[in-house]
């Protein structure tokens, strides 16, 4: 754009030099010079080449006539004869300055910045005082980046020439690229006070207006700019960037309309609507958009990414890849379109192709730990840990206080039940941003796996005071209450959890267990049959409400629930189980035993139904089979004294005193001041004629008792 607006227009300006043509006596060559000076005032250029070199072969050593020969090259485009006849004009004479400045000029239409500032730069070590040398190589100096001296070299220009338009135009460019929107807006105040119906002056003016948030200032500069030039496309683009800006959808379209209508093969009004539409999330019209910008210019490096984000958010997934496949084409090394594509493959799960891109980006960019991250993810779904881990490490060496890859990290341990890792990196993170519920959530998960219930409870507590409204920590804390018998606590937590979400089975299922444990049966069949309602399918809630049931002697309710459970899954051993107790609470052994036989077969290590169907067995007066299960469960490491206590009375019952003996010792061990062992222990003993060891037995409760200020007389002992 510089180019454009600067560039011809100074090659111009060069027909009105007052270059002297030193007369000769050839009358040829002055006519031919004098008749290529006015083809040049005319804009004639091919007839001012042939005039010029017909001179030069007239009068070969003239300086002027190669002079002016070359600006005509380089109206025609022709910068290798133009540059040729300058350097030629300043090897016969290196005080012409013209010479300098048109071989500056052509070397900044070349796109030479570097080299038009030397050469600006020997007009004016000829001729300080003219103010277009300073501003077009003030352009120039701008051209390369450096608008310290290009700012510098314009206001030089303007100090010479205070009525030099150009000059103010162009501090007005630099001072919009700096933000200077005020020395903007002084700028075009001056080139509008220099010429009134300069409409370019008020569109950079509103431009700047727009920036500084003025609301009827712009609009009223776009409107003059518009009255000076109907057509004046720039005036509409501006007018529809302000009212984007200003969150005027509907007269921004208006605009950006216009603006095709006038010139179709602009990109603006497309890139604005496509930008528009984007952030509405009306991804199908952006990429319309888009595509038009496309068809306009096939090397828009930025329309094929916008697209491609587009197509990705609707889930084209494979015009997503085509257009970021031409991104990287143009722009082989920027990381961020090969993280683009990462992400589309990561989607369409094909994480090897992805963490191949995620690695081309980290190979051009190896310091950006996002690229490490995601690609940590990709390696996490191809299940290769140990890769992923490493990645989250990396992102740690680059950035020890990255919290998410702590917490990501954690998250890998947790999963891989590394939990002392987890817990290490979820206190790291903790430490850095304490206030994330969710990281003591599953701080607690990893405490409570590793067995430290006190912990977990602590974390899970921390969640609750952090999120009040937390569901997953009231549960999770409510478990390890039940787990710890404080059925109290267990009802307050499921209580909360229910006010959080009443439609949580889970809450009411685990509640209703707690009340039940605290012989609040009523409560806890309404519990049971809120969990019924939610989820009808739910086959512990049926088992629990049909053992209460039991207990409360409404067997038919009992036996309708057992037999839903068992329709449910007819493979539940905890179903059997649960009817096999009731069974035995309404005294049918025989049914219980069929029960529990049922639930063995079903999991053959269940201790408990091989020692409840031993009772049954033992009430039925099945002795050897009494045994037989009794000791199957203690086999299978049950862990209830009253199996061993019952196994004993067996041995007794079939007259194994020794046996007997045996497992009432190993039932003392484990309740050491329950009586009843020591006395049936005793007769034992005394049934073997073991009188002393019967005694002992015998005394140890008295003694007890008075101890604890009890009189043995008060409780019986019996089977």
């Known amino acids: 754009m510089i180019v454009k607006n600067f560039g011809i227009g100074l090659i111009l300006m060069s027909a009105g030099f007052a270059i002297a043509w030193s007369r000769t006596d050839a009358p040829e060559a002055d006519k031919n010079f004098a008749n290529g000076t006015e083809a040049l005032k005319h804009d004639q250029f091919e007839s001012a080449v042939r005039f010029f070199s017909k001179a030069i072969e007239n009068q070969p050593d003239s300086a ?15 910068y290798d004869l133009s540059l040729s006849d300058f350097d030629k004009s300043i090897k016969l004479d290196p005080n012409i300055e013209e010479a300098y400045y048109g071989r500056a000029s052509t070397y900044y239409l070349m796109g030479l910045p570097k080299k038009a500032i030397l050469d600006y ?193 609707i889930k084209d997934y494979s015009s997503a890849i085509a257009d970021y496949n031409k991104a990287i084409a143009l722009d082989p090394k920027q990381p961020n379109h090969f993280r683009a594509r990462a992400w589309v493959r990561s989607s369409q799960r094909k994480f090897q192709d992805a963490v191949d891109d995620y690695t081309k980006a980290i190979e051009l960019d190896p310091k950006d730990t996002t690229q490490y991250f995601y690609r940590g993810m990709a390696y996490d779904q191809l299940k290769k840990t140990a890769e992923a881990l490493a990645d989250l490490t990396k992102i740690l060496e680059l950035d020890p206080k990255n919290e998410y890859a702590y917490i990501n990290r954690a998250n ?37 796996q590793l067995g430290d219930q006190t912990k977990a409870a602590a974390d899970y507590s921390r969640v609750i005071a952090l999120d009040p409204k937390n569901l997953n920590a009231y549960r999770a804390r409510g478990s390890i209450r039940m787990s710890q018998d404080d059925f109290p606590g267990t009802v307050e937590d499921f209580t909360k959890a229910i006010e959080i979400d009443p439609k949580s089975a889970q809450a009411y299922y685990y509640r209703g267990h707690a009340k039940r444990e605290l012989a609040k049966e009523k409560e806890a069949l309404a519990d049971f049959s ?12 049926y088992i629990d409400r049909a053992e209460i049931y039991g207990r409360l002697g409404e067997q038919e309710k009992s036996k309708s629930d057992f037999l839903k459970a068992i329709d449910l899954d007819p493979n539940s ?43 049954a067995h033992q009430y039925l007066e099945e002795l050897d089979d009494a045994l037989a299960d009794y000791t199957k469960a203690v086999d299978l490491k049950h862990k209830d004294a009253w199996v061993i206590k019952n196994r004993a009375g067996v041995q007794m019952g079939l007259q194994n005193y020794d046996a007997a003996i045996e497992d009432f010792t190993k039932a003392i061990a484990i309740e050491p001041n329950n009586s009843e062992n020591y006395r049936w222990r005793a007769s034992c003993h005394q049934a073997l004629g073991q009188d002393p060891e019967a005694k002992a037995d015998f005394e140890w409760p008295r003694n007890w008792r008075k101890i604890k200020g009890f009189d043995h007389n008060d409780h019986t002992f019996g089977p």
């Open 412 to 448: 890998l341990y947790l999963r891989n039940r590394k939990l002392i890792e987890a817990i290490s990196d979820y206190t790291k993170y903790i430490e850095i941003n304490g206030k994330t519920p969710d990281a003591f959530l599953w701080r607690g998960s990893a405490h409570s």
């Open 530 to 541: 809120k969990v019924i309602e939610l989820d009808p399918k739910e086959i512990r809630a």
């Open 121 to 313: 730069s020997n007009a004016i070590d000829l001729n300080n005082n003219n103010a277009d040398y300073f501003l077009y190589r003030g352009v120039s100096y701008s051209w390369t980046g450096d608008s310290v001296k290009g700012l510098a070299d314009v206001n030089r220009s303007i100090e010479l020439d205070r009525r030099k338009i150009d000059a103010f135009r162009f501090r007005s460019t630099i001072r919009y690229k700096q933000e200077n929107y005020q020395g903007v807006i002084e700028d075009c105040d001056r080139i509008i006070a220099l010429d009134s119906k300069d409409a370019e002056a008020y569109v950079e003016r509103g431009c700047a207006r727009t920036h500084l948030k003025q609301k009827a200032e712009p609009l009223a500069d776009f409107a003059k700019a518009l009255a000076l030039d109907p057509k004046k496309v720039k005036a509409y683009e501006a007018r529809a960037y302000f009212h984007n800006f200003n969150d005027q959808y509907k007269e921004c379209i208006s605009d950006c309309a216009k603006c095709i209508e006038l010139d179709p093969k602009r990109t603006f009004a497309f890139e604005t609507l496509a930008h528009l539409y984007y952030t509405k999330n009306n991804y199908k019209k952006s990429i319309q958009y888009f595509t038009e910008i496309i068809n306009l210019d096939s090397k828009n490096l930025d329309a094929y990414v916008y697209r491609g984000a587009c197509y990705k958010n």
């Open 573 to 615: 051993p905890r179903a059997y189980q649960y009817r096999g107790i009731s069974r035995s609470r309404q005294k049918d052994y025989e049914g219980a035993i069929a029960d529990f036989s049922k639930a063995i077969n079903l999991n053959p290590k269940d201790a408990d139904s091989f020692a409840r169907r031993g009772l």
């Open 64 to 78: 002027e006539a190669y002079l002016r020969r070359g600006f005509a090259q380089a109206h025609l485009k022709n």
